[in-house]
């Protein structure tokens, strides 16, 4: 079975972000064909169900991600961390074979 998990800190800023914005289903999460390493992510406010799109939904928000992307994505944690000044959804992805230097792309 094909999974992705929301931890604790990012299932709080994915509830602060809908809050905020005032409506929303989750975060779609996506991958595209970029960088020097060969794929980024994606990311956006869901706002419909769309064909395709897989729920994943724990701690009381949902992540939507596309079944199509759903083979690089399979086991990947979301996560929202803080580093210094820095505050960004981080993905604990076991597919990333490797990350180009910059961390703005990866290999499957």
């Known amino acids: 079975m094909q999974n992705i998990t929301i931890s604790e800190s990012a299932a709080t800023q994915i509830r602060h972000v809908l809050e905020e914005r005032g409506s929303g289903l989750g975060l779609r999460v996506a991958v595209k064909p970029s960088g020097c390493s060969g794929y980024s992510y994606v ?28 083979a690089i994505l399979d086991g990947t944690e979301v996560d929202y961390v803080s580093e210094g000044l820095n505050r960004f959804f981080r993905f604990n992805n076991p597919n990333v074979t490797d990350e180009c230097g910059c961390g703005e792309s990866f290999n499957v």
């Open 43 to 70: 990311l956006d406010i869901a706002d419909d169900l769309r064909d395709g799109d897989i729920a994943f939904e724990e701690r009381g928000v949902k992540v939507l991600v596309d079944k199509d992307a759903l």
